[in-house]
């Protein structure tokens, strides 16, 4: 193996590792690895720049344009009440939930599906008195598959298809993955229609156990010379609120517990209250109340402009790893934590000594600026804007419909290329403000796309030096690989990868090996490349390889065992399936 193939090898291990065991943000280190390969030598500038060109990344950076547009507008949500309709079971909820999602997931960004999904699916579950965990999950895995039944389901895909364009001059139709897609849909949703409800938790059975889904400590202070000094606990009104009660009393630094309804209050009292957001809410409406958190004084905000917002912690959030005090998070956020929820249980003690990390629920008192600013970014998954309190313009919901009709369409039937007609359909938003040009910047994730396109650089770098063909080498050690065999080699290997690091890495990674491994095979490479477009989009497995998966984490109150009790089996139905019908419907 010449040096060149060996330092390529040494980067893209490299990359994994620091992917999958730090918190460094996936953009800095794909464009690190791309620098290095360009400094070394081993890339030239146009070769490692390839991918900002490529027409795969392109189209995805539209239909962020396109995905802005349906939500703005309202139009997904539009449709989610209307085929989600009045459920009055579990089963029937359940499958209400698993046939549309994978129908709107297979032509709109699964993100935007989901986050419109979600907070119907809570309204179910507070009236049915259902647990959301026998929900969400299913509703994140039906959107996972359902984005794999057309070419615009997934960035996955059009990832894939552009490197098929620029490398071996194929490009696949908006519905050539649908002879397997669909299939997977059938069998993926009949494997989480019979089986959710069983091998899902259901930690919220009755309505009191559901109302603490999302449970929080929040404190208060007895304000000096407060209309409540001298009142007992009862009087105060404080035995009969709705969403919380009284569960401690701190005086005078001694812990008060089980405090009878006639305990007088003191000026000075710590009042330590349980239960859902909505109980920080209420408390700040009881006069001679103030929140007990220093902090909340210190925000440079008006009283009366303030709001609670609750938000999931996301992996681009900045304080990983760090406590709440360490991660500077009131003056870096211009918001204050009032308490912090972890897999559906309020997490004790000190708020400023709690460790953050990724899917923590966060009930923080700030501004609307806050929801306007972070909804379009991935410090934070915010539950509360799911229930925007900017209504969308329901009146142009068929508008925005009837461009992403058109689209497809129009690519559907050959008349125009994937690319062109969704440049048609973004222009076409802007161009009957369906959404702002403004917002439309916003809603475009840069680090998405920068990923994407340096990953691009690490697998040239493997055509070129000869690394991919030694690893296909290395796979096809065993004497007599059946071609299937090998194929499922490739599908496990993307799946891992996938698990690992982000989907669109694992798919440029995998797509130069797969090739490798069938011109030594002596096949078509079709199959191969095929399996890496559904394996990379199979994450079912961990909360953190897929978005969607990390979005239902905090409403869901799930844990990560959770996500490794209904995954895994799915994985393998899944895999096993795609595995059977890629090489009927490709051949090798």
């Given at each position: 193996m ?6 390529t ?12 065991l730090?918190r460094?943000?996936?953009d800095?280190i ?7 390969l360009?400094?070394?030598?081993i890339l030239?500038?146009g070769?490692?720049l390839?991918?900002?060109s490529?027409?795969g990344v392109?189209?995805?950076a ?12 309202g ?18 909820a ?9 129908g ?8 935007t ?16 008195k259902l647990?959301?965990?026998?929900l969400l ?6 959107a996972i598959i359902?984005?794999?039944c057309?070419?615009?389901?997934t960035?996955?895909n059009?990832?894939v ?13 908006m519905?050539?993955?649908?002879w397997?897609?669909?299939p ?10 019979l089986f959710a ?5 259901s ?5 009191e156990q559901l109302?603490?889904a999302?449970?929080?400590a ?5 304000a000096?010379?407060?209309?409540l ?11 009969s609120?709705t ?9 005078h630094?001694?812990?008060l ?7 007088e209050?003191?000026a000075g ?8 957001p909505e109980?920080?809410?209420e408390l ?12 909340v ?9 303030r ?11 900045g304080?990983?790893g ?17 308490s912090i929820s ?6 004790p003690?000190?708020?400023g000594?709690?460790?953050?990390q990724v899917?923590?629920t ?8 806050f929801?306007?600013q972070?909804?379009?970014?991935k410090?934070?998954l915010?539950?509360?804007a799911?229930?925007?309190?900017t209504?969308p ?8 419909l009837g461009?992403l009709?058109?689209m ?5 039937s050959?008349l ?5 007609a969704a ?5 076409a938003?802007?161009a009957?403000r ?7 910047r916003?809603?475009?994730d840069?680090?998405v796309l920068v990923?994407?396109a ?7 770098a ?16 065993i ?10 080699l ?6 891992v990868?996938?698990e690992?690091?982000t989907n ?5 990674l995998m797509f130069?090996?797969a090739?490798a ?12 490349i095929?399996?890496?477009m ?11 390889g ?16 959770d ?11 899944v895999?096993a ?5 890629i ?6």
């Amino acid at each position: 193996m010449e040096i060149s193939a060996v330092i390529t090898l040494v980067t893209v291990v490299a990359v994994l590792g620091t992917l999958a065991l730090t918190r460094i943000a996936p953009d800095i280190i794909l464009m690190a690895a791309l620098g290095f390969l360009i400094i070394s030598g081993i890339l030239a500038p146009g070769d490692a720049l390839v991918g900002f060109s490529n027409p795969g990344v392109m189209t995805i950076a539209v239909l962020y344009v396109v995905a802005a547009g349906l939500k703005e507008t309202g139009a997904i949500q539009w449709i989610a009440h209307r085929l989600l309709g009045q459920p009055t079971r579990l089963r029937q909820a359940q499958l209400r939930v698993l046939l549309p999602t994978a129908g709107l997931s297979a032509f709109m960004n699964n993100t935007t599906v989901v986050a419109m999904f979600i907070p119907a699916i809570q309204e179910w579950a507070a009236r049915l008195k259902l647990p959301p965990s026998k929900l969400l999950l299913p509703l994140s895995y039906a959107a996972i598959i359902g984005g794999t039944c057309t070419l615009i389901g997934t960035s996955t895909n059009l990832v894939v298809d552009g490197l098929l364009q620029s490398q071996k001059g194929i490009g696949l139709s908006m519905f050539s993955l649908a002879w397997v897609g669909v299939p997977l849909v059938l069998v993926g949703g009949i494997f989480l229609y019979l089986f959710a409800d069983r091998l899902l938790p259901s930690r919220e059975g009755a309505l009191e156990q559901l109302e603490q889904a999302r449970e929080y400590a929040v404190e208060v202070v007895v304000a000096e010379k407060g209309p409540l000094v001298g009142k007992t606990i009862a009087d105060a009104g404080l035995r009969s609120l709705t969403h919380g009660y009284l569960a401690d009393i701190e005086r005078h630094g001694r812990l008060l517990t089980a405090v009878p309804p006639d305990t007088e209050l003191m000026a000075g009292d710590i009042l330590v209250f349980i239960g859902a957001p909505e109980c920080a809410r209420e408390l700040r409406r009881v006069n001679g109340l103030q929140p007990a958190s220093g902090d909340v004084h210190k925000l440079d905000i008006a009283h009366h402009k303030r709001c609670l917002v609750e938000a999931v912690i996301g992996p681009d959030f900045g304080g990983l790893g760090q406590t709440v005090k360490a991660s500077r998070f009131r003056s870096r956020y211009q918001a204050v934590i009032i308490s912090i929820s972890r897999h559906g249980k309020r997490i004790p003690g000190k708020l400023g000594t709690v460790t953050l990390q990724v899917g923590d629920t966060l009930l923080l008192e700030t501004t609307q600026d806050f929801v306007d600013q972070y909804r379009y970014r991935k410090d934070f998954l915010l539950v509360s804007a799911l229930n925007d309190s900017t209504p969308p313009d329901f009146r142009k919901a068929p508008l925005a419909l009837g461009i992403l009709a058109s689209m497809v369409i129009a690519s559907a039937s050959g008349l125009l290329s994937i690319l062109e007609a969704a440049l048609l359909a973004g222009g076409a938003m802007l161009a009957t403000r369906c959404i702002t040009a403004s917002k439309a910047r916003r809603y475009v994730d840069l680090s998405v796309l920068v990923v994407i396109a340096a990953s691009f650089a690490l697998g040239v770098a493997m055509t070129q030096t000869g690394a991919a063909a030694q690893i296909a080498q290395w796979l096809l050690l065993i004497d007599g690989l059946a071609p299937w065999a090998a194929l499922a080699l490739v599908y496990v290997m993307t799946v891992v990868f996938t698990e690992l690091i982000t989907n669109n890495a694992a798919a440029v990674l995998m797509f130069p090996i797969a090739v490798a491994v069938a011109e030594q095979l002596g096949v078509s490479f079709m199959p191969f490349i095929i399996a890496i477009m559904f394996a990379a989009s199979a994450s079912f497995m961990t909360p953190l390889g897929y978005q969607t998966n990390l979005m239902v984490l905090g409403p869901g109150g799930y844990r990560f065992t959770d996500y490794l009790r209904l995954g895994a089996p799915l994985s393998l139905i899944v895999g096993a399936t795609a595995i059977g019908l890629i090489p009927l419907v490709w051949g090798f």
